[in-house]
């Protein structure tokens, strides 16, 4: 099992920056990737970044390449996401989730595939 906890999450105005972090814990060691989605009122979950366990690899969903950042440190076990020049249409409560590294990540609807997630924390851009 792999627990994972966000934090980071908050009110910005558009065009700031935040960054999320997830703690990973548990069953942690291997080969799974961290990544985030997103899901905002009424959409589905959404893809938005991964990164593989030796962060050597990482894909970005076309909406935020560019614009948001995903890094990792494994001696921390935690994953960040660095979110800059923030829109509203980025509003959405972003989970952290675990698992292999692939497609499964980025492909429509692949997220229900991945077996770990956390709670989500909530981030809101004014406009």
């Known amino acids: 099992q792999v627990q994972l906890v966000e934090s980071g999450g908050g009110l910005v105005q558009a065009g700031g920056s935040l960054r999320l972090s997830c703690l990973a814990s548990?069953?942690?060691?291997?080969?799974?990737?961290l990544g985030w989605f997103r899901q905002a009122p009424g959409k589905e979950r959404e893809f938005v970044a991964v990164?593989?366990?030796?962060?050597?690899?990482?894909h970005s969903a076309d909406s935020v390449n560019g614009r948001f950042a995903i890094s990792r440190d494994n001696a921390k076990n935690t994953v960040y996401l660095q979110m800059n020049s923030l829109k509203p249409e980025d509003t959405a409560v972003y989970y952290c989730a675990a698992g292999p590294w692939g497609r499964s990540w980025w492909q429509d609807g692949g997220y229900r595939y991945l077996g770990f997630w956390g709670q989500g924390t909530l981030v809101t851009v004014s406009s």
């Open positions: 990164i593989s366990w030796t962060g050597g690899n990482t």
């Open positions: 548990g069953r942690t060691s291997g080969t799974y990737a």
